[in-house]
């Protein structure tokens, strides 16, 4: 099925570059602009105003979002789309392991050109460069990134129980039992219908084994079945053990937004793990106060040697191969680290990478989750690293986990797993 992905997706590039040259980005823009669309709620708002903006600033250009909907991780909606021989210019993308599987298949256009003629240099700092680079060349321009290792809270609710936020894995594990005697059932709130589920194990495998450990994993240089992981998984299970989260009916109950709505809304837990998109959500869709009605704790300290560590995600725009369109996709992406559409990011609680965005406009749960990554050795979300048929066994068998965390069951899923691991790498 990936030969075959990779066969249709290389013909439909091929197909629709013969005989075409692409323009210079900097050369007067027109036309229809498409973008590969797939998120909603405050980051699709988001979105328009971004649009809104370039468009206000290149007014011959029109822009068209090509929208795809579905649930749980959108790659599969997004590569349906691609198969289906839907053309766009732009891609919004998230996961490394797919920027190389469009890259495998033909359908990216390498933007090393545009760097130069742009200046991308005097906005972006090497290191995100290379972090939306695939086989030596430069795909994506990375226009934000977030702190994945940070928990969100509702300050009330510590309030009540006389909580204050956890620093050690020990304080941690015995808020949760105040929490539940405050009345709290399910102290954290764990998404467990998709994918989310996925961020407790990885953060606890960086504390557990370092950036080291989970980058070999990562690329399959040690096994699911290493220690490293079985270890991570059993502290895992202490959280569980210690009735963290509910029933499995009430873990697999819905994705990271219904568990947030379990805390901000109902008042039903008080834990949730997710990316920085909770900002956003906190700010746009609650209407909360950024500081005052919630904030976010770093992952507390488990004293195993990596407590220095942090998981991070970044999202990047990619140009396409086959676009109608590469001179306004690439002033679309010079557009995205400027300080315009940096402002615009902050307004809506995102941070940007941009060395024009000020961040005097972030507000103070950003600014901790910020000064928390820069203070951390980082490792890219190991979800996102993951080839698209092993990250869906990966949380297939996380789930079994959670219905069961005994040693036993540790040591099948992570065989189960392995052996997944051993077809796809």
């Known amino acids: 099925m990936r030969l075959l992905r990779r066969t249709l997706l290389a013909a439909m590039a091929a197909t629709a570059l013969a005989g075409t040259s692409l323009p210079s980005w900097a050369q007067d823009l027109s036309g229809e602009l498409v973008i590969l669309q797939w998120q909603g709620g405050s980051d699709g708002e988001l979105w328009k105003k971004l649009e809104a903006d370039f468009t206000a600033k290149n007014p011959a250009v029109t822009v068209k979002e090509l929208v795809v909907t579905g649930q749980g991780d959108m790659r599969g909606p997004m590569r349906t789309a691609l198969l289906g021989g839907e053309k766009v210019d732009i891609i919004i993308n998230t996961w490394p392991a797919f920027r190389a599987e469009l890259n495998d298949a033909g359908l990216l256009r390498p933007i090393d050109d545009l760097w130069a003629s742009a200046g991308l240099d005097s906005q972006l700092d090497q290191s995100w460069r290379d972090l939306s680079s695939t086989d030596g060349a430069t795909y994506g321009v990375t226009y934000t990134y977030g702190n994945r290792s940070a928990i969100w809270y509702k300050t009330a609710h510590l309030e009540k129980a006389g909580v204050t936020p956890p620093k050690t894995w020990d304080e941690f594990l015995a808020s949760i039992e105040t929490l539940k005697g405050a009345g709290f059932a399910a102290p954290i709130a764990m998404p467990a219908k998709y994918w989310a589920h996925g961020e407790w194990f990885e953060t606890l495998l960086l504390r557990t084994g370092g950036v080291e450990a989970a980058a070999k994993l990562a690329a399959h240089e040690i096994p699911w079945t290493d220690e490293v992981v079985k270890t991570t998984l059993k502290k895992y299970a202490e959280l569980l053990k210690a009735g963290c989260c509910g029933t499995p009916e009430q873990m697999f109950a819905g994705d990271w937004d219904y568990s947030a709505d379990q805390i901000f809304t109902a008042d039903a837990s008080n834990y949730l793990m997710i990316g920085m998109w909770m900002n956003s959500r906190a700010l746009n869709d609650y209407k909360l106060k950024e500081g005052v009605d919630y904030s976010i704790f770093q992952f507390p300290a488990m004293g195993l040697g990596h407590d220095d560590t942090s998981s991070v ?54 600014q901790v989750a910020t000064a928390a990554v820069a203070a951390s050795k980082v490792q890219f979300v190991l979800g996102d690293l993951l080839p698209g048929d092993l990250v869906d066994e990966y949380r297939v068998q996380l789930q079994k986990f959670l219905q069961d965390p005994s040693d036993a069951m540790i040591d099948e899923v992570t065989a189960a797993i392995e052996a997944k691991a051993a077809e796809s790498y």
Do not use: C, H, R, W
């Open 313 to 366: 995600d970044a999202k990047e725009v990619l140009v396409t191969s086959n676009g109608t369109n590469p001179a306004a996709a690439d002033a679309f992406l010079a557009y995205m680290v400027t300080k315009d559409a940096a402002d615009i990011l902050a307004s809506y609680g995102y941070a940007s990478p941009s060395k024009s965005a000020d961040p005097s406009l972030l507000g103070p749960v950003q």
